[in-house]
């Protein structure tokens, strides 16, 4: 459970679970601001939501009634998406189906990481750009926004974005350059390209925010409030920039400066540089 934060700066240093209007214990503080619920805790909200229960959480002069039906409408999409709802381990519609229909959980990929050196970038020179930039360009989908290395009609070419070069290691190096720039956001494109520049880009983002020792990030709001994010990193595995996570931090409601959930769509398992 995430804390809400008005104008007001609302915070506080105690929460109370009541449920039915009954006082069902203290919430434990977590950390960064979130407050856990213990298993006996869990396991009376859930009864509660599954029927007209009541579930209100208590923090100082403060009440948050949680939406019964929204909770439940959570705990049946997750059912039915791990084919549980029927069987005595669901968390909505419970029953005597066999587990044997519950989907088996899918193993995270595995991203290896590798050793890096510490490397300086430098820009592309003239001639290195000459040869590059169109094929830089020709990477770029309908949905890829990189308006910045290519100057429209009205803007002479030493207006574009200087391009960067990171050697990654003696085969590849890492091009960098500042696609785009919006109010609140802006977008680093990455490719990944042979030491000679010889063959074609491979895009990894238009939309990143940083490179740091063989591995790429993206931090993104999703309005100027920054109650709202979209988040993804890449790590170098010696071949390419392999996504190793990708997530938000769910709508715009400004419930919590920074983002009040963690979603992932993407989870990896990234094992250390050997």
Excluded at 76 to 101: C, F, H, W, Y
Aim: proline fraction near 4%; charge should be negative; glycine fraction near 12%.
């Amino acid at each position: 459970m995430g804390e809400i934060e008005s104008d007001g700066n609302l915070s506080f240093d105690a929460l109370t679970l009541w449920i039915n209007d009954q006082q069902a214990g203290s919430v434990r503080s977590g950390d960064d601001d979130t407050w856990l619920l213990s298993e006996k805790q869990t396991r009376s909200l859930i009864q509660a939501i599954k029927g007209s229960g009541k579930v209100e959480f208590r923090g100082g002069s403060e009440s948050f009634v949680l939406s019964g039906d929204g909770a439940y409408a959570v705990l049946l999409k997750m059912d039915d998406v791990q084919g549980r709802i029927g069987t005595p381990g669901a968390l909505s519609k419970t029953g005597n189906k066999p587990e044997g229909s519950v989907r088996a959980a899918i193993p995270a990929p595995i991203v290896q990481r590798v050793q890096m050196e510490k490397a300086q970038e430098r820009e592309l020179t003239a001639p290195e750009l000459a040869v590059l930039k169109p094929k830089l360009l020709a990477t770029l989908g309908e949905d890829e926004d990189c308006e910045r290395i290519r100057p429209t009609e009205d803007e002479e070419e030493e207006h574009a974005e200087t391009i960067g070069l990171t050697p990654l290691d003696d085969a590849h190096v890492l091009i960098s350059a500042l696609c785009w720039r919006a109010a609140y956001n802006e977008g680093y494109g990455y490719w990944v390209v042979d030491s000679k520049l010889e063959g074609k880009p491979q895009l990894i983002t238009s939309s990143g925010s940083g490179y740091d020792e063989g591995e790429i990030f993206m931090s993104q709001k999703g309005r100027g409030l920054g109650d709202c994010w979209g988040m993804a990193n890449w790590v170098w595995d010696g071949m390419t920039f392999r996504k190793s996570i990708e997530a938000t931090t769910g709508m715009c409601r400004y419930i919590r400066l920074g983002g009040t959930w963690d979603l992932p769509t993407w989870v990896t398992e990234v094992k250390p540089a050997k």
